[in-house]
């Protein structure tokens, strides 16, 4: 079975240009979440989204959006970058707790975004 | 504020050596994992407790939920250098929303 295929595995943009990524999650996992990561503040969450709607939000500012396919992929976008935004962004997929017990969320590799 | 706090925040250890990893709240969760990543990658999940008392090893790790589901360990005997990495700990509580430990960077020294 696939994991999350998160694309691409590097970025690097300029301040004020504007980035998506890309997150493929596992077969039949309709729950998909976004994480930030940065050495100081640690795995900070973005948001979740489950079956093309935005379930819960975390609290980042209006330039981080995303959104869901009807197949699950997700895309997050961020809009007039800024070098705070540098950091490693995370993809987790994870089952219902209806569809299979237990939460878990499976991580891809991350997206490496730096702004410069 | 984090709602789950790790301890110790860094930890150095020769190998062979013995450690706890602990992660701590005062929020309930139904249940509770630990993840082990590597520099530039992502999380890798270790294990998923459910019941409070619960103690799962997984070969030298040991991972043990509170009685009460508000806090959780991870044990490693006999650390190797395989070991190294930064361990997290997440809990859910409802949906699936995780909220995530502050997370403590294991390095083990050959």
């Known amino acids: 079975k696939a994991g999350v295929t998160q694309t691409p595995r590097y970025l690097i943009k300029t301040r004020g240009q504007q980035v998506t990524l890309s997150c493929s999650p596992i077969?039949?996992?309709?729950?998909v979440s976004w994480y930030q990561q940065t050495p100081g503040q640690g795995l900070q969450f973005l948001f979740e989204?489950?079956?093309?709607?935005?379930?819960n939000k975390g609290n980042f500012p209006g330039r981080f959006s995303g959104r869901q396919f009807s197949n699950s992929r997700s895309e997050m976008n961020v809009s007039t970058l800024e070098l705070g935004d540098s950091a490693l962004y995370l993809c987790a997929s994870s089952l219902e707790p209806g569809q299979g017990g237990i939460t878990e969320a499976f991580f891809g590799q991350g997206t490496r975004l730096t702004v410069v | 504020t984090q709602l789950l706090e790790q301890s110790p925040q860094f930890l150095s250890i020769q190998e062979g050596e013995n450690l706890t990893v602990y992660c701590n709240s005062s929020s309930v969760f139904s249940s509770l994992q630990w993840y082990r990543q590597e520099p530039g990658e992502g999380p890798v999940l270790l294990v998923t407790v459910v019941t409070g008392g619960e103690v799962k090893k997984l070969k030298r790790l040991t991972f043990q939920f509170g009685d009460a589901r508000k806090d959780s360990s991870l044990h490693i005997t006999a650390a190797q250098t395989g070991d190294t990495g930064l361990y997290l700990c997440?809990?859910?509580?409802?949906?699936?929303?995780?909220?995530f430990g502050t997370g403590t960077s294991l390095t083990v020294i050959p």
């Open positions: 077969s039949g996992h309709r729950s």
């Open positions: 997440a809990g859910s509580r409802t949906g699936n929303q995780f909220y």
């Open positions: 989204y489950f079956s093309e709607t935005q379930r």
